[in-house]
C-alpha cells in the first residue's frame, strides 16, 4: 500500500521569502505525482503534475522536483505571497488511485 | 473545456437518513472518476473509483456506495448515515489518456 508523508505540517513564513515543501512515499512505481492547493473549505486546484519520466515541472513561480528513487518529490514556491496562503497536498499516481499526504498547511505573513 | 459539478454543496442530514452526492463532468468522454472524503483535519481517503459505466470499485468497507449510471455522471449514497459519515466529500475526475486529475468543489455534510 502507497503511503505518502509531507513534512512539515505547517509552515508560517515572512511575506518574500521562498518556501520549500516536501513529500515522500514509499513505493517508488509510481505513474505520476500531482501538487495541489487547497483554500480553507474549498475543493483541490491543481498547481503542477510531474510525469514519472520526468525530475521536474515548473508553472510561474512554482517548481517542483521528483526523484522516483528516493521516493521524493519538493514543491518551491518562490517569492512567497500572502495570496500563497493555503494548504499544499501531494498525491501519487498508482494506476488508478491517488493517494494523498495530509498536507503542509502554509502562512505567509505580510 | 472540461468541467466538473458537484451538488449539494452543502447539507445536514439527521442520522439514519439517506444520502445521494451527484457529480457530473462534461466536456469529456469515458473519463475515471472518483469519490474522496476528508474529515476534520485529516488527509483525503479514496471511497470508490470508476473506469467505466456500472463499473465501480471500493476502497474503504462502510455503509456508502457509488454508481455510475451514465458515462459522466458518479453519485455516492447511503441507505442510512451515521454520525462518522460527516466530512468533506470531493469528486474527481481524469481523463481518458489524460495524467492530471481535476477535483470538483466538494460538499460538505454534517450527520446530526
Known amino acids: 500500500k502507497q503511503e505518502v508523508t509531507q513534512i512539515p505540517a505547517a509552515l508560517s513564513v515572512p511575506e518574500g521569502e521562498n518556501l520549500v515543501l516536501n513529500c515522500s512515499f514509499t513505493?517508488?512505481?509510481?505513474?505520476?505525482l500531482q501538487w495541489f492547493r487547497q483554500d480553507p473549505g474549498k475543493g483541490l486546484t491543481s498547481l503542477l503534475l510531474?510525469?514519472?519520466?520526468?525530475r521536474e515541472q515548473t508553472s510561474g513561480r512554482l517548481n517542483a522536483s521528483l526523484d522516483k528513487s528516493s521516493g521524493r518529490s519538493t514543491l518551491y514556491i518562490a517569492a512567497s505571497q500572502p495570496g500563497d496562503s493555503a494548504t499544499y497536498l501531494c498525491a501519487v499516481i498508482n494506476d488508478y488511485k491517488l493517494s494523498f499526504g495530509a498536507g503542509t498547511t502554509v502562512t505567509v505573513r505580510a | 473545456s472540461q468541467t466538473i459539478h458537484q451538488w449539494p454543496a452543502t447539507l445536514v442530514q439527521p442520522v439514519g437518513s439517506p444520502l445521494s452526492l451527484e457529480c457530473t463532468v462534461e466536456?469529456?468522454?469515458?473519463?475515471?472518476l472518483y469519490w474522496y472524503r476528508q474529515a476534520a483535519g485529516r488527509g483525503l481517503q479514496l471511497l470508490f473509483y470508476?473506469?467505466?459505466?456500472?463499473?465501480i470499485s471500493s476502497e474503504v468497507p462502510q455503509n456508502l456506495s457509488a454508481s455510475r449510471p451514465q458515462d459522466r455522471q458518479f453519485i455516492l449514497s447511503s441507505k442510512k448515515l451515521l454520525l462518522s459519515d460527516s466530512g468533506f466529500y470531493l469528486c474527481?475526475?481524469?481523463?481518458?489518456?489524460?495524467?492530471?486529475?481535476?477535483f470538483g468543489e466538494g460538499s460538505w455534510l454534517t450527520v446530526v
Open positions: 510531474i510525469q514519472s519520466s520526468q
Open positions: 513505493d517508488s512505481a509510481i505513474y505520476n
Open positions: 466536456g469529456t468522454s469515458n473519463p475515471n
Open positions: 470508476s473506469v467505466g459505466i456500472g463499473q
Open positions: 474527481a475526475w481524469r481523463g481518458l489518456g489524460g495524467n492530471t486529475i481535476y
